[in-house]
């Protein structure tokens, strides 16, 4: 899953979530990172603005809890990351380590069961667990952003894919329905949907496995 994305040519690290290794290297231009996507129109500046010496991101001795028959499990303990702005890092781990929990808590969607049991998230600057749903909302989508690794479940399969693409535009960005769909359009074709326009009023079961992975990497460069 990304939370984050970067311009090519930048420093990446690499951090194992086992073995808490952490290591820096050099990235060129590879995968949708390259793609000259145009920034989306803003709308009202609903977060502070962070102090320039602050990370991006800061996930500090982490530990996400399972709550489930009265019981208390401990499923991620201890994990450690920052973000720097324009920074690419991979988490990398087993199956179940506790990958796609961190970014999820990092992004405020963790299930109802599961819960943050310790540590912080900062998020330019500010501690994540002091924001109410709707200041958490307002950071979602345009100031953070998350690819879902199974774009199947990550899409409505009862909602055209010009309206899941159009509705985080119009809410945040409030812009009318013709120009966002415009911006959808923009949006596929930059990330390489072809016949983009007749796209938008197709569903998902109607994409393969690989285009509905580039609608969920649209839909989170929308805002």
């Known amino acids: 899953m990304t939370i984050a994305l970067t311009p090519p040519r930048t420093w990446s690290r690499i ?25 989306a129109p803003r709308g009202p500046d609903l977060t502070a603005r962070r102090p320039e010496a602050l990370p991006l991101l800061e996930i500090e001795d982490l530990a996400i809890d399972l709550a489930r028959d009265g019981a208390r499990r401990r499923l991620v303990h201890g994990a450690s990351l920052t973000v720097e702005e324009g920074e690419t890092v991979a988490v990398v781990g087993e199956s179940g380590s506790g990958k796609s929990l961190t970014a999820l808590a990092a992004m405020g969607l963790l299930p109802e069961e599961l819960s943050v049991g310790a540590g912080r998230i900062r998020f330019q600057g500010r501690d994540l667990a002091e924001l109410d749903e709707e200041q958490r909302r307002a950071l979602r989508g345009g100031d953070m952003a998350m690819i879902f690794q199974e774009p199947m479940t990550a899409l409505n399969p009862v909602l055209t894919i010009g309206r899941q693409l159009t509705e985080g535009m119009r809410a945040k960005l409030g812009l ?23 796209r938008l009023r197709q569903y998902p079961h109607e994409f393969s496995g690989g285009m509905r992975q580039r609608v969920v990497i649209a839909m989170a460069l929308a805002c």
């Open 176 to 198: 009318s329905k013709a120009e966002a769909e415009a911006r959808a359009v923009d949006l596929l074709t930059q990330v390489g949907v072809t016949d983009p326009a007749r």
């Open 15 to 39: 951090i194992d979530i086992d073995n808490r290794s952490d290591t820096t290297c050099r990235v060129g231009r590879a995968g949708f990172a390259a793609l000259p996507i145009r920034p």
